[in-house]
Each structure stands twice: as structure tokens, then as C-alpha cells.
């Protein structure tokens, strides 16, 4: 094999790599598995992707505030998950808690969650170094996640609260 037949083989190896490459990220594109930044419930998230959804209000006021509420699926069944904690100090800790319990959910509880949190966004998680905040802190686990797109926001105020009302009252119903 001469120069000129290396140079060219060498040449069409590249040129055949170059194009695998440039399909791969357009697929990924296209998939929306790359240059999406968010992601919304109800549209781009179905009900059934859903794994879990976390609530988290923690507040260092004086008094300081405690709240959590989780919805998970295990073993093909539904629960609802909420823990309250008090006491004089700061950082609140599992053994400040007063109050906590799980719920098996009906699939109509679950379909009530999912009317809160449907038409909200979920974005890449992000590390915060702000201080203070209390939240809440809301994460939403789902299927195509990639361990990573995570961070959830309300579609609005109202969904907020109905979503709070919802937790108040199936704390109630376990209690």
C-alpha cells in the first residue's frame, strides 16, 4: 500500500466517524435527551414516569419550621409520606420529630396529586450556595430523570396551595 492509499483510507475512516458523530447528537437532540432545559408535568412528564415527589419547608425562625411530605411508589403500590419536626433549636433533626405517618393512596389520590403538580416545570437540580431559604424545596423523581432533572416548581400559586390542602388532608385522614 502506497502514501496515497493510507492517506485516502485514513480520510474516509474520519470522515465515517465525523458523520456517526454528528447522527448521534442529532438523535439525542431530536430525543430531547440533550439542549432541553425543561421539562413539564403533563406534557413532556407523564403521570405513570412519576416515582416520587418531595416537599420540603425548613425555616430557622424562632421558633424554627418543619415540614415534609413525600408521594412514592413501591412494590406497585401508593403512599403518601409526611413528617413534622419541632423544637428550640437549629438544624431541626429526625429526633425532633412530633409528628409522621404513611398513607396507602388510592389511585384517585394519586390522580389528585398529579392535578396539582400537572402543567408545573422540572428542571436540572442546582446547588445553591445562598444562605438562608426556606423553601419549599421540591423534587420530582421520574422515569427519564437521568438522575439529575429533578428540581420541580409549581405551574402556579393556586396549584400550591391545592397541593398543600391535599397533603393537610390526607394527613388528617392517616391520623
Known amino acids: 500500500m502506497n502514501r496515497k492509499q493510507s492517506r485516502g483510507i485514513l480520510m474516509t475512516v474520519i470522515t465515517v466517524i465525523a458523520c456517526a458523530a454528528v447522527l448521534a ?4 437532540v431530536l430525543t430531547g435527551c440533550i439542549g432541553k432545559k425543561t421539562y413539564t408535568v403533563g406534557g413532556d412528564i407523564r403521570k405513570d414516569d412519576i416515582n416520587e415527589f418531595w416537599y420540603t419547608y425548613s425555616s430557622s425562625t424562632n421558633p424554627p419550621e418543619y415540614q ?6 413501591e412494590n406497585g403500590n401508593l403512599y403518601f409520606y409526611h413528617e413534622k419536626r419541632e423544637g428550640d433549636h437549629w438544624p ?26 400537572d402543567g408545573g416545570s422540572v428542571t436540572r437540580r442546582t446547588e445553591s450556595t445562598a ?16 438522575a439529575k432533572i429533578q428540581e420541580y416548581s409549581f405551574a402556579d400559586y393556586g396549584k400550591q396551595k391545592e397541593f398543600e390542602a391535599l397533603c393537610q388532608g390526607l394527613e388528617e385522614a392517616g391520623n
Not at 25 to 28: C, I, K
Not at 133 to 142: D, E, K, R, V
Open 68 to 73: 415534609r411530605w413525600r408521594f412514592y411508589k
Open 25 to 28: 447528537v442529532s438523535a439525542l
Open 131 to 146: 444562605a438562608g431559604g426556606a423553601g419549599p424545596f421540591l423534587y420530582l423523581y421520574w422515569k427519564n430523570d437521568g
Open 92 to 117: 431541626l433533626t429526625e429526633e425532633d420529630i412530633t409528628e409522621n405517618g404513611t398513607v396507602t393512596l388510592s389511585e384517585e389520590q394519586w390522580n389528585a396529586l398529579f392535578a396539582c403538580i
